[in-house]
């Protein structure tokens, strides 16, 4: 699957570099390189409200440090 | 109506001169046309609009007005195709300056002390009857030390302002038409003599037509994303609004996002850093005025010229590579750009550039009002990529990358070329190896990009402005900038 954090500098002032490292360390942790490919999106169109993190074709904002550990089994564990 | 009321205010906010202001109305009307789809059928109308009234108040008549208004037109829906330069004379619209060089005027009162005769080391100077100098073209060579002596100020230099500015001498007198004329085998596209043409008769092609086509097929975003990157000199323009005010119009525009160049400089300045101490001696690549002047008069110092894409370059690419199906456009001070993008190699990356001019020409031509917007957020590069934008940064901001790589076995020893003719210096110098510096920052404009002819306004704080901005970046360092590219990692 493929994951973009938005680095857009809304989701940048939120925070999207924490998230990036987090969803590096957690690919890595469980060994998942080859299924789920991580890049950077600019301006998912939802800059309201917290990082915009975008799961193949579903977006979901508000990812936090806080939610994270959450978020990643819900969008990527259930789904690989 | 609107244009009755925009008038006086647009004028004394916006820009320096009242030529930039005539420029802008032309964009802005060709850009309202062209949004609205009537171009073709009002083509010959929007003269009528800017020229009204029947007495003529920038020529000798209001044809003549007119006809100019015409060749404006032409520049700002691509100019002339035929020649590659985007910097382009309107002919009609010269005044063809008298020039000749050092000539005595009527201040001339015949006073006895003929400091003018004592300081001319080629014996130009005579007297006629009247005790009054008068100078010998044939031995006059234009130093300008009988002008500086004079005690009247009384000998002037007749110079057309256009040959001035060119500080490369590629701007010359078509001997046919009196008209100037330019070299296109010197021309760095800087833009110089487009700002300081008081009669506004050299001009650069605009592609706005091609920007609002993208705007339009872009369709908000729906049929392909439509980035916009903008130079960090935007921090010292459009001081009538807030910078986040500007940001929201760009995206009102039709912009899907707007992106910093100053983070494509955060990743040039860490680029650059590591290549600089691995070669030992570099110039830098991120005025593409600079870079075409050491190619077309220093071809010897070519291959010292960094590798590095330029930072507007540089973050499209990034962009590009995670959105291949975008397209970006290019929103800065400078008219170089504008043949930077046809380039081979950044032609992959940018689809078009305009000018802050330009900007403002197409925010207007929408009627957004700007002021009352609420503040959009631009913030993704450091405080170094952001002062990229005035003389001296680059070099700051390499020196900073040099210390976030932790190199420490290389001393940089650069020198910041404020202006062309610094450029010319250093890099005359270099020709012949006895350069002491070891990286060479050259910018054509004066001040940096913050000079650059596509500004709005220019002015002595603009500077501070442009540092302030740098401080109010959420990132700190180069490396913490770059960090989520996934460079120097």
Sequence with gaps: ???????????????????INLMKESIAKRQLEDKVELSAAFCLGKCTDGVSVKFDDEVVCGVSKDNFDEIFSDYVLSKI | MAEQNAKPQAKLRKFDTKVQYLKYKVLREV????????????????????????KPTMRCCIYKE??????????????????PNVIEVIDIACDECPLGGYSVTENCRGCIAHRCEDVCKRGAITFD??????????????????????????IANYRRPCERACKIKAISMNEETKAAQIDNNKCISCGACVYQCPFGAIDDKSYILDIIKMIKESDSGKNFKLYAVVAPS???????????????????????????????????????????????????????????????QFPTLKDNISHNLSPMAEIARYIKENDPECKIVFI?????????????????????????????????????????????????????????????GLSDAVAEALKEQGVEDFDLNPIS????????????????????????????????????????THGPKDKNQVDAYGKQAFEKTITDAIGVTGIGK
């Design chain 2, 129 to 154: 009857e009247n005790q009054k100098a008068h100078i010998d073209k044939e031995k006059c060579v234009n130093c300008g030390k009988c002008a500086e002596v004079c005690p009247y100020s009384a």
């Design chain 1, 1 to 19: 699957m493929k994951v973009y954090v938005c680095v857009g500098s809304s989701c940048h002032l939120r925070g999207s570099y924490d998230i």
């Design chain 2, 234 to 296: 935007i921090s010292s323009q459009f001081s009538y609004a807030k910078l986040g005010q500007v940001i929201t119009a760009i995206k009102k525009l039709g912009f899907s996002s707007v992106v910093e160049a100053a983070w494509g400089a955060d990743m040039v300045a860490y680029k650059e850093a590591a290549e600089l101490s691995e070669k030992g001696f570099l110039t830098s690549s991120c005025c593409p005025a600079f870079v075409s002047y050491i190619q077309k």
């Design chain 2, 31 to 54: 850009a309202r046309h062209a949004f609205d789809d009537t171009l073709l059928e009002s083509f010959n109308d929007i003269a009528k609009v800017i020229v009204t009234g029947k």
């Design chain 2, 417 to 456: 070329c404020d202006g062309i003719e610094e450029c010319r210096m250093a890099l005359l110098k270099a020709s012949k190896n006895v350069l002491p510096n070891n990286f060479i920052e050259g910018m054509a404009c004066s001040g940096g990009c913050i000079g650059g002819p596509g500004c709005l």
């Design chain 2, 332 to 392: 800065g001070p400078c008219t170089a750009k504008k043949m930077e993008v046809k380039l081979d190699t950044v032609k992959p990356y940018i689809d078009s550039a305009m000018t802050f001019e330009e900007l403002q020409a197409l925010i207007d031509s929408r009627d957004i009002p700007i002021t009352e917007l609420e503040e959009g957020v631009l913030d993704n590069a450091s405080y170094y990529g952001r002062i990229f934008a005035r003389c001296g």
């Design chain 2, 66 to 83: 007119r006809a100019i208004i015409g060749e404006r037109i032409k520049i700002a829906t691509g100019g002339d195709r035929s020649n």
